[in-house]
């Protein structure tokens, strides 16, 4: 299958730049000439989307969210491994907040387990594994991924999956509570957590959930990742290891807060 070239990754990237824009509009799908068939392809329309949304003042990215890493999420969308998308700086929020909600098309929030990467993981020939890449980690946040379903009807797949990625997996935010830096001593495996939506549960899940029984193995699926494209992941580096709760759709003035055993609270208001 042949890649696309560059010409055709610039048109994609622009088409679903025009949907992030404000007031965003659904994106449906790429035309045939730049839809992209192979994941590489995808990532790279992404990296000229960070750039022109970038340009555009949406400031650096800062970090990765990790997309279906749990069997809730991936049954959820369909699909039956990870993927990434980038996090924007001027989208992060710290411990709660608040948000407009006529930013968003279809606002939906996700129960998340996050870290901050303090020694950069460099790319090399041979695959990390789960214990050297905790030495990475500085930090581990409780955090509440938010998302935006900006598609024609993502429910029947339209558009394609890979559309998806191209466009940061529906990322549109992340929340982070307060940081956990002697998250050593703690089960990350067995750590509960559990989404409130004005006072209210709406789902619960343990660290275990997320891919292969370990939070930290999406951290080390994303390193082997990024190491075969030849990417760093550098120090301060945030990642969203994955939502141990189905994403759940908000309302007008909804508080969302969601809480981990050990790791703490975030929340924020969607105004």
């Known amino acids: 299958m042949k890649p696309l070239s ?3 990754l610039d048109q994609a990237a622009r088409q679903l730049f025009r949907g992030r824009a404000h007031p965003p509009r659904l994106i449906s799908h790429l035309p045939p000439v730049c839809r992209p068939q192979l994941v590489a392809d995808a990532m790279a329309i992404q990296s000229r989307l960070h750039e022109l949304l970038t340009e555009a003042g949406r400031g650096e990215v800062v970090g990765t969210k990790i997309g279906c890493t749990t069997p809730v999420m991936q049954a959820y969308l369909g699909m039956a491994h990870p993927c990434a998308g980038g996090i924007f700086e001027s989208t992060v929020l710290q411990h709660s907040g608040e948000v407009s909600f006529d930013r968003f098309l279809h606002v939906g929030v996700e129960c998340e387990i996050a870290v901050r990467i303090g020694k950069s993981i460099q790319p090399r020939d041979h695959s990390y594994g789960r214990e050297e890449i905790a030495h990475h980690v500085e930090a581990v946040f409780a955090a509440i991924e938010i ?3 900006r598609y ?3 429910a029947n ?5 890979r559309t998806w990625v191209a466009d940061d997996f529906f990322g549109a935010g992340l929340v982070l509570g307060p940081p956990v830096t002697d998250w050593q001593t703690l089960d990350l ?3 509960h957590g559990e989404m409130r939506i004005n006072g209210t549960s709406v789902g619960d899940g343990v660290g275990r959930d997320i891919i292969n029984g370990h939070p930290l193995e999406a951290l080390v699926w994303l390193a082997n990742s990024e190491s075969a494209r030849q990417r760093e992941i550098p120090a301060g580096w945030l990642i969203a290891l994955g939502s141990v709760v189905q994403t759940q759709w908000v309302s007008r003035g909804d508080l969302v ?3 981990f055993a ?3 609270e975030a929340a924020v208001r969607f105004a």
């Open 6 to 8: 560059p010409d055709e």
């Open 147 to 149: 998302v935006d379903d």
């Open 152 to 154: 024609v009807d993502f």
């Open 157 to 161: 797949r339209e558009p394609d999956w």
């Open 189 to 191: 495996a067995s750590v």
């Open 257 to 259: 807060s969601v809480h």
């Open 262 to 264: 050990d790791l703490g």
